[in-house]
């Protein structure tokens, strides 16, 4: 069966340090990955998604970047936090194409800048 | 991208109560999902819906996909207090990259 990690779940960074979040997915093989941000309590706001290993869309221009160094990895990356970034990230899978399983999410991870 | 709206903002019930909410666009999508997100955890699929007028039931949970196939409703029966958490809807028109959110519901439970 097919499974998705996200880590760390809980992150304090100063503003100005770098960031960096991961996501793996096991089980499944060139899956579409996404991040998505969500801040407190609102709705989920699409940052990147990618298709394959080295293709990453941006929905939202930022101050973060994703990558994709591997099939089943994904990373959410930014060279120096705002307070502004803070908010509960969100990774998460489907399959390829034009199916209709939806997304599977991740646990996520609470960021908070201070 | 294509708006979700999604109604109400919040909902505050008795348990017991009857619950229901509801998600509406301007375009036409191929699929409407509902989710639930506990809090501090990502949101879990509930219901998936493929085709126009489907109604499809998950236990108490009972979802349906509007005729035009620009809306769709989830209803809760009886509920409990684990039913609490943030309700959100989703649309995908042509593949997985194109899936849109609603910006969801928040529901309370009261014992």
């Known amino acids: 069966s097919q499974t998705i990690h996200q880590w760390p779940a809980t992150l304090v960074q100063p503003v100005g340090s770098p960031l960096s979040l991961e996501c793996t997915v096991e089980g499944t093989s060139n899956p579409n990955l996404y991040w998505y941000r969500q801040a407190a309590g609102r709705g989920l706001q699409l940052l990147f998604y990618?298709?394959?290993?080295?293709?990453i869309s941006s929905e939202v221009p930022q101050n973060l970047s994703a990558s994709r160094p591997q099939d089943r990895q994904f990373i959410l990356s930014s060279k120096k936090l705002l307070l502004s970034d803070s908010g509960f990230y969100l990774c998460?899978?489907?399959?390829?194409?034009?199916?209709?399983?939806?997304?599977?999410f991740g646990s996520g991870t609470r960021l908070t800048v201070v | 991208g294509q708006q979700l709206n999604q109604s109400p903002q919040s909902m505050f019930i008795q348990e017991g109560e009857d619950v229901s909410m509801n998600c509406t666009s301007s375009s036409i999508f191929n699929t409407w999902l509902w989710y639930k997100q506990d809090p501090g955890e990502g949101p879990v699929l509930l219901i998936a819906?493929?085709?126009?007028?489907e109604l499809t039931s998950n236990g108490r949970l009972t979802a349906q996909f509007g005729i035009t196939r620009k809306d769709s409703f989830l209803n809760i029966s009886a509920s409990i207090p684990s039913d609490v958490g943030i309700y959100f809807c989703?649309?995908?028109?042509?593949?997985?990259?194109?899936?849109?959110f609603g910006a969801g519901t928040r529901l309370t439970v009261k014992p």
């Open positions: 989703a649309g995908r028109r042509y593949n997985n990259n194109d899936m849109r």
């Open positions: 990618s298709v394959g290993i080295g293709q």
């Open positions: 819906l493929y085709k126009a007028g």
């Open positions: 998460a899978w489907s399959e390829g194409g034009t199916n209709n399983y939806g997304y599977t």
